[in-house]
C-alpha cells in the first residue's frame, strides 16, 4: 500500500487525477503446464500439499500449486470454403488471472490482484477492485460482471454501474440494449491496450 501511494501522490503532481470513471476486466497468464498424476491433481485442487512432495524439496521447487486449468472460448474463425462454425472454440487453458482496475482516461492500473486461471471474473468486482479515489463514479465492465451482486454493492458503494447487460435467455436482444452495449464497447476496449502492453513485455 505504502508503495503504491507514492505512485498515486507521483501521478497526481504530474495532473493525471483519476476523475474520468474506471474500467474493469481480467486477462489469461500462462504457466508452465505440469505433470501431475490424478491423485496429485486432486490434492491441489483441494488445497492439499501431495504426501509425497514434502519429502522432495527439489521436485517441490519445480511445481507450481497455485495455477489452475480452465477453459479459453475464442471466437470460430470463418472456413476456407467461407462458413461459420457452429460455436465458438473451448481451449483448454493453465495458469493465472490477472484483474484489473484502469482509469478511463490515461489507462493507468489502479487496482489489481492475481488469482487461478479458474477464478471467476465477477466476484473479484467486490474485493477491492474498484477505485474509490476515482472522482468520476462510472464503472465499465464486460457481462461477466453482470450480477446482482455487484449492482447492488455498486449501489451501495456509490458507484454507476456501466457493466453489459447479458442477452435474455431464448429471447432476441432488444435494439436498446444493443445500442446501449456497443458504446458501452467503444469505451471499454480501452483495457485491451493495456493487457496487449503487458503481453508484449513478458
Do not use: C
Not at 504530474?14 to 474500467?23: F, N, T
Not at 491441489?44 to 495455477?67: F, I, N, T
Request: hydrophobic share 30%.
Amino acid at each position: 500500500d505504502g508503495l503504491f501511494n507514492r505512485f498515486d501522490a507521483t501521478l497526481r503532481n504530474a495532473g493525471y487525477l483519476p476523475m474520468s470513471g474506471q474500467i474493469l476486466d481480467a486477462t489469461l497468464v500462462a504457466a508452465p503446464k505440469q505433470r501431475n498424476t490424478n491423485a496429485e491433481k486432486a490434492d491441489l485442487r483441494e488445497g492439499r500439499m501431495p504426501e509425497d512432495w514434502q519429502d522432495k524439496p527439489s521436485k517441490l521447487s519445480h511445481k507450481d500449486r497455485h495455477a489452475r486449468w480452465t477453459l479459453k472460448f475464442t471466437r470460430a474463425k470463418r472456413q476456407d470454403d467461407g462458413t461459420m462454425p457452429s460455436s465458438d472454440l473451448a481451449i483448454p487453458f493453465f495458469g493465472y488471472k490477472s484483474h484489473v482496475s484502469i482509469d478511463r482516461k490515461y489507462r493507468f492500473i489502479r487496482k489489481w490482484k492475481t488469482t487461478h486461471a479458474a477464478a471467476s471474473d465477477g466476484a473479484r468486482l467486490r474485493e477491492g477492485l474498484l477505485d474509490k479515489t476515482n472522482t468520476a463514479s462510472s464503472v465499465w465492465a464486460d457481462t461477466a460482471y453482470r450480477s446482482k451482486a455487484n449492482e447492488d454493492f455498486m449501489e451501495k458503494q456509490g458507484f454507476v454501474s456501466k457493466v453489459h447487460r447479458k442477452k435474455p435467455h431464448l429471447k432476441p436482444m432488444p435494439r436498446h440494449i444493443q445500442k446501449s452495449n456497443a458504446g458501452k464497447s467503444v469505451i471499454r476496449s480501452r483495457v485491451e491496450h493495456v493487457f496487449a502492453d503487458q503481453k508484449s513485455q513478458t
